[in-house]
Structures are given as structure tokens and as C-alpha cells.
């Protein structure tokens, strides 16, 4: 399980704004990015292997913007895992800003295991906010692996922790100069 997670499409704007809303993001009305920037930051990690969300680590955020500042790309963001114990991380090639400065992505994606098998799937929702005059970001992404054979009712909802699979959340801020 130790494999990033990687997504190559875009998604579109509801998508987006669907992704800030499930993660509890608030924007800003009017908070554009800046354009061209490279945003750094970190986040605590949160895990699901108690019956609440636990602080047991940190991730690493990082991204840039379009020239035009209409787009996030090259979103990367590590997390830890417990299950099966280990760290990986999320990357999303590009996601377009609404005009209230909110981005976000939702997708799943199959998971291999040493044998070349699919052994699970990753539910994933990356979501962000831009602030401070465009010079900061709120960013949280979610991935919930649910285990083949496993069912879970809500794989993308960080709401109950202990209905999903092996979970992990890393929420935090990002920055430019």
C-alpha cells in the first residue's frame, strides 16, 4: 500500500466546489490566488484507528498555480498510514479555482498489491481555499482505503471514523511569498 496515489485528469469546477464542501472548507469570497506562485506547507495527519480522528503524524503540502492563477498544479501531499504502516503520497496534475478561490478533487482509484493484485481501493478528496490575499491557502485531503471484500457506506466522509476503512487526513496551510 506503500504506492502513491496519483490522479491525471482535471476535474471540473462542480467537482471542485463539491470537494471543498464535504471537507469542510471555507472560502473566501473573492480570495484569487496568486498567479505563478509555488505554495509550501505542512498539515497534521489524522488517522481513524480509534473510535475518533487521532493526531499521530504530519504531511507535507506543496503545489503551484497557474500563470493565470485560474488553476492549481502539480498538487502533492504526503500522509502517513497505519495499516500496514507506512508513509505515500497524493498527487493531482491540475484543479481549477472557482472565483470564491476554492479548489478540490474527488476520485478512487484501484490499489495493487505485491502480488500485482488490486487488494483495495483509495477514496480520495482534496480540497483548499485560498486567503490572505492570495498568498495562503487552507488545504485538507482525505484518503480512505477500503480493503477488497470491505464495505464502507461513506468512503469519502471524514464524519464517522470509525465506519471507514484504514483512513487517513491531513489537514494545514500553505504559503507563498
Not at 44 to 73: C, H, L
Not at 82 to 97: F, H, I, K
Not at 115 to 127: H, R
Request: glycine fraction near 14%.
Amino acid at each position: 500500500m506503500g504506492r502513491a496515489v496519483r490522479r491525471m485528469l482535471a476535474v471540473g469546477l462542480a467537482g471542485a466546489l463539491l470537494a471543498a464542501t464535504a471537507l469542510g472548507a471555507t472560502p473566501k469570497a473573492g480570495a484569487t490566488p496568486k498567479a505563478a506562485a509555488t505554495f509550501r506547507g505542512t498539515g497534521r495527519d489524522y488517522m481513524n484507528n480509534q473510535p475518533k480522528w487521532t493526531a499521530e503524524a504530519s504531511g507535507r503540502i506543496s503545489f503551484k498555480t497557474s500563470a493565470t492563477g485560474s488553476a492549481v498544479v502539480d498538487f502533492k501531499g504526503t500522509y502517513s498510514y497505519y495499516c500496514g504502516g507506512g508513509n505515500a503520497n497524493v498527487t493531482e496534475s491540475s484543479m481549477p479555482v472557482s472565483k470564491h478561490g476554492v479548489f478540490g478533487a474527488r476520485f478512487s482509484q484501484p490499489i495493487k498489491g505485491k502480488n500485482g493484485k488490486v487488494n483495495s481501493t483509495a477514496f480520495v478528496v482534496i480540497s483548499g481555499a485560498f486567503g490572505h490575499s492570495g498568498r495562503e491557502a487552507s488545504v485538507s485531503y482525505f484518503i480512505d482505503y477500503v480493503f477488497t471484500g470491505s464495505h464502507v457506506k461513506h468512503p469519502y466522509s471524514t464524519k464517522s471514523p470509525k465506519g471507514l476503512g484504514c483512513a487517513t487526513w491531513v489537514r494545514g496551510t500553505a504559503t507563498t511569498r
